[in-house]
């Protein structure tokens, strides 16, 4: 079977610092990059999200497929190597077997993020009173936004 990672054999390869920004949130270039070795943490308004270490994470898939700035910042945490694609659109449109790759990844993604919701949505409502609309009311408002926020209508 062929990975992210033997997509990537022919491109280039860039090195980051440890604290070096790979990626920086609202910031618009069209490139993929996907992880070769290191690790790199994922920040969003200064939150941090995730940490990558495994090669062959992408990172800025979400940005390139939607034409977007990237939503959030990718440093590296250590000294950190990665294959970057100039036209990130281009190169999942001419490898199809690697966007459906990246689509099962965001897929994966997607599947567990509802799932957490779910679960947290629940253990809030269950532990929510009548009278409690303070913290755990707002937070089961957040669940609910969330749930309610995606739509399909944009296809």
Do not use: W
């Not at 994966?108 to 913290?135: C, F, H, M, P, W």
């Amino acid at each position: 079977m062929t990975t992210l990672l033997d997509y990537c054999a022919d491109q280039p390869v860039r090195s980051f610092a440890a604290d070096e920004t790979i990626i920086g949130e609202n910031l618009k270039d069209g490139k993929l990059r996907v992880l070769k070795r290191g690790a790199v943490e994922i920040t969003k308004r200064g939150t941090r999200i995730n940490r990558l270490s495994s090669p062959g994470s992408v990172l800025g898939e979400i940005a390139v497929l939607l034409d977007q700035s990237f939503g959030a910042t990718v440093t590296a945490v250590e000294p950190t190597e990665v294959y970057v694609i100039e036209d990130g659109a281009r190169f999942l449109l001419e490898n199809p077997d690697l966007m459906k790759l990246v689509a099962r990844l965001l897929a994966r993604r997607l599947r567990n993020l509802t799932d957490e919701l779910v679960e947290i949505r629940e253990q809030v409502q269950a532990r929510s009173t009548d009278e409690d609309l303070g913290y755990l009311g707002q937070f089961d408002n957040v669940l609910e936004r969330l749930v309610d926020h995606h739509s399909d209508r944009d296809y």
